[in-house]
Nanobody, 115 residues
Framework: QVQPVESGGGLVQPGGSLRLSCVVS????????AGWYRQAPGKQREVVAT???????NYADSVKGRFTISRDNAKKTVYLQMNSLKPEDTAIYYC?????????WGQGTPVTVSS
């Protein structure tokens, strides 16, 4: 059973940084395509950043230049480094991973940006 598990969320002041981690257990490989999404209160879930199996990354316009997605294949972990955080980044952040044409989601980790 494939299971992504997120961690690293919390409360941070505007301008601060956080690094989210997503450990993926049960995968057949270690370089699957993956992504980070977020859902703010009262809003739909939106894509934040994605990384392909080949390592190509893409970002939402709202986070370009501030967030970085990366992957450690040996640890089967996908990261989201978030810098210069803004109050509008407040949301629950979800990780997903594509394994054998099936998308698996984690339970999410909350991020609150507030002074």
């Amino acid at each position: 059973q494939v299971q992504p598990v997120e961690s690293g969320g919390g409360l941070v002041q505007p301008g601060g940084s956080l690094r989210l981690s997503c450990v993926v257990s049960g995968t057949a490989g270690s370089s699957n395509a993956a992504g980070w999404y977020r859902q703010a209160p009262g809003k739909q879930r939106e894509v934040v950043a994605t990384i392909t199996s080949g390592g190509t990354t893409n970002y939402a316009d709202s986070v370009k230049g501030r967030f970085t997605i990366s992957r450690d294949n040996a640890k089967k972990t996908v990261y989201l480094q978030m810098n210069s955080l803004k109050p509008e980044d407040t949301a629950i952040y979800y990780c997903n991973v594509l394994v054998s044409y099936t998308l698996y989601w984690g339970q999410g980790t909350p991020v609150t940006v507030s002074s």
